[in-house]
Structures are given as C-alpha cells and as structure tokens.
C-alpha cells in the first residue's frame, strides 16, 4: 500500500459537499448534480466531499448512491481530490459504497459513524477496522454527535489513529476545543476539518487543516478565501472583516439548529441558494421540504450583499 492510499497526510483547504440534485418526479437528476460540481470547480474549491449528509443518501438507494458518485467523479475528472460519502449504518452496505468509490479513483473515505441505534464504541472502532481491512483507501471520521448519537473524543480519534484504522476528522460540533485538542494530540499530519458553519472561522484559526460544511456550498469562493486567509496566510483582520460578511448567512443557515425546530432546514437554506443561482437541483425528497417563502428571500437579499447575485 502506497503512501497516498494509505494516508491523509498533507490534505487541506475547503473541501465541499455536493447536492443530489432531482427531477420533479422525484427521480435522482445527475445532470443538475453535475452542474452544481461544475460551478464548485469554477469557485475554485480545493476538493469535493459528496454523499455524506448535504447530498441526502439517506434518502436514496444504495444504487442511486453509486449512481450519483460515478457522476459526481466523471464531472470533476480528476481535478480535485474527493473524498467519498458513503458510511452507513450497515458495515457491510459502507464496504460496497466504499469497494465502489475506490474502483472510481476517489482519494479516500468520508465515513459518519453508525447512526440511530447508537452502537458501543468498540463496535464503532470494528465498523471502522473492517471498512479499512477489506478497502484499504484512508478514512477520515465524520463525527457529528448532534444526528448520529455517538460521540468520538480526541482521545480515541489518536488511539484509533495510532492503529492505522482512521486518517482524519471532520469535526461537526458546535465546541471548537475538539479541534485543538485533536490537533495538539494527533499532530499536524492528522487532517482535522470544520465540519460546523458555526466554529469554522475559530476552528481554521487555531489550526484545522481544511473546512467541510454548508458554506462551502453556497459560497464557495468567499470560504476558499477565508480559508486561505487565516491558514496560509495568517491575515487575521482582512479574515475576521470577511466572516462578518459572511455571518449573516451563518445565522440563517444554522439559526434554528439549537431551538430543535430546524425550521429553515440548513440543507433546505443550502439547496435553495443553488436554485437561486439558477442551478437545477430540484427540491428534497420527502419529507424534507423547501424553504418558506421568506427565508427564500432573505437568502436572496444575503447572497446578493455577498455580491453572489
């Protein structure tokens, strides 16, 4: 196993989500997908993570997912490296998604923890040893506590690490101390990402290599920018005057998170910005439904301050 397949080391920058775009009918819509990765290349991101939540697998089949991925893959056309969704609550499901992401040449594994039963954390660990044994790409652990139930602490993302069965962290939680306390524990050549709007600007200050959230889907340009501002080069007030451009659109995406009601729905706020840009991706499937009319235009009236209309 070669140094690139077996590692993350050296990833960075702002790596996006992408929308499972679908027709009317409710049918998976590759080509709008297609044009929503063509537009995240165009705003220069520096990789892609699809199908991890922001592209709603949930919602879709395990060949539908495969489907997506190979279009998703055929459109970036080794641009850019991906990094692919396809964890699941199965083990045996996430090998398949996984064995079929390697065969397409994607760089590694975004793999969430499994979900809804909340499984013991050595069952956890084994989900992630198995997935690694029989696909062999590295993973990074998409920890998000708030939907999945399982929490993994710094300490067992090092002692996993220190096994070779993970590779990175994308920190989806509200607390930036996760970030640097699995930087300072891991080490700079473990690849920890902002997986939280909320924490982004402070967690990329006080070390995470790269960003991976909804943002990055909507203004892929202004989060590059940040980006490179405080992780490369260390222009803290020209990056602080830009995120409090961008808050706004922070609030309305992740606002009604805490209150419970998750009403606008932040991937709601993020397909909408798409269709506000005349980006064909169609609404959720149910029950997952478009934003009210008033968060469409606030949005609107956001991403046009943003100079993003």
């Not at 080391?9 to 409710?26: C, R």
């Not at 959230?213 to 020209?238: C, D, N, Q, W």
């Not at 659109?249 to 397909?271: C, K, M, Q, T, Y």
């Amino acid at each position: 196993m070669n140094q690139e397949t077996s590692s993350l080391k050296g990833l960075a920058g702002v790596f996006s989500p992408t929308i499972t775009a679908f027709h009317p009918d409710g049918s998976i819509n590759p080509t709008g997908t297609r044009q929503f990765v063509r537009f995240l290349l165009d705003q220069g991101i520096d990789g892609l993570a699809p199908l991890g939540s922001g592209g709603e697998p949930v919602a879709m089949t395990i060949l539908e997912r495969m489907r997506m991925m190979e279009a998703i893959v055929e459109e970036t056309n080794g641009k850019i490296p991906i990094l692919a969704g396809t964890g699941d609550y199965s083990t045996a499901t996430t090998i398949e998604l996984s064995l079929h992401a390697r065969s397409l040449g994607c760089r590694g594994l975004m793999l969430i923890t499994p979900y809804l039963m909340i499984p013991p954390k050595k069952d956890v660990l084994n989900h992630f040893r198995r997935v690694r044994e029989k696909v062999g790409l590295p993973i990074m652990v998409y920890n998000v506590p708030f939907t999945t139930g399982v929490e993994i602490t710094p300490e067992e993302l090092k002692a996993w690490a220190d096994e070779d069965v993970i590779h990175g962290v994308k920190w989806s939680h509200a607390e930036v101390n996760r970030i640097h306390n699995t930087r300072f524990l891991c080490g700079p050549d473990f690849p920890v990402f902002a997986g939280n709007d909320l924490i982004a600007f402070e967690g990329m200050a006080v070390g995470a290599q790269g960003w991976i959230s909804g943002v990055p889907m909507m203004v892929p340009g202004l989060a590059v920018k940040l980006h490179r501002l405080l992780a490369r080069e260390s222009k803290l007030i020209e990056a602080r005057e830009l995120w409090y451009r961008m808050l706004p659109l922070v609030r309305l995406e992740f606002g009604a998170a805490p209150s419970g009601d998750w009403n606008p729905h932040i991937i709601a706020v993020v397909r909408e910005a798409a269709l506000l840009r005349g980006i064909p991706v169609g609404a959720s499937r149910l029950p997952l439904s478009p934003v009210d009319p008033p968060v469409r235009e606030e949005l609107r009236k956001i991403l046009a301050s943003l100079g993003e209309l």
